[in-house]
């Protein structure tokens, strides 16, 4: 129900997408064992912006609809995890200063940087092991040097935490690209960029017509014990939409 008391009925692509993102939460429940902790990390653009490019694919044209819709989503989310931290987007998607996260996150009572409900970027230790959260990051433009971009924020990081003295993370993540890339063990630090949900919008199909090149859909999950991690990103080979039907004359 939209704010005007419209009611917008969901396209088949955002269903799919929903059960998708359902899948993927009953996984990570069906991998959560006694006593475990779970911690979750919205790493930026939890909503898309009610107008972002011009755009007419939005469900609502109101900002404020976006924001319910959001807290919607994510409340029995806030309620199966134990932390939740919500990293700031793209100024264009949620607004400068992060406004629509941070409504949310106020919302939803998620963790605090400060008087703030979301973070810049996000560095968390967890059993030893240090993670890096930020939500721009760069995978390559081509099949064959898409892992080029995580190969050379991992150097970078590295080289930057060495010149000030200061331990580097463990691990970066980076989103913001819709493409799953992964730096692998080539160095200490390990970058990856996850995948998200979000099906490509008409402006994507411009500035990237192959209908072959479409987003990486789902999210990450780390299982982390005795100083050690393991990473899946659940949706991998399974979260892929179905080839739009060819037209035979």
């Not at 940087?113 to 390559?140: C, K, M, Q, W, Y």
Request: aromatic fraction near 8%.
């Amino acid at each position: 129900m939209r704010d005007d008391g419209e009611t917008y009925e969901a396209s088949k692509a955002q269903l799919w997408l929903w059960q998708c993102w359902n899948d993927y939460w009953a996984n990570v429940q069906a991998r959560k064992k006694r006593g475990d902790r779970l911690i979750v990390i919205l790493n930026g653009d939890v909503v898309d912006g009610a107008n972002h490019h011009g755009t007419n694919q939005t469900v609502s044209s109101s900002g404020s609809d976006e924001v319910r819709l959001a807290v919607q989503v994510l409340e029995p989310i806030k309620k199966m995890s134990d932390k939740i931290f919500i990293v700031r987007g793209t100024p264009s998607h949620v607004g400068v200063a992060g406004q629509q996260e941070e409504m949310v996150g106020q919302i939803i009572k998620s963790e605090k940087d400060g008087e703030r409900s979301t973070f810049d970027f996000l560095p968390l230790e967890i059993d030893n092991l240090l993670f890096h959260f930020a939500h721009h990051g760069r995978v390559g433009g081509t099949p064959t040097t898409r892992h080029n971009a995580t190969l050379k924020a991992a150097s970078e990081h590295i080289l930057n935490a060495a010149r000030l003295g200061r331990k580097p993370a463990d691990v970066l993540v980076r989103s913001h690209a819709h493409k799953f890339a992964d730096s692998g063990d080539n160095f200490p630090t390990r970058c990856i960029q996850s995948p998200a949900f979000q099906l490509a919008t008409g402006y994507i199909y411009r500035i990237a017509p192959d209908e072959n090149n479409i987003a990486d859909i789902g999210g990450l999950l780390f299982t982390i014990e005795n100083s050690a991690y393991d990473m899946q990103w659940i949706g991998r080979n399974k979260y892929v939409p179905a080839q739009k039907e060819t037209i035979k004359l």
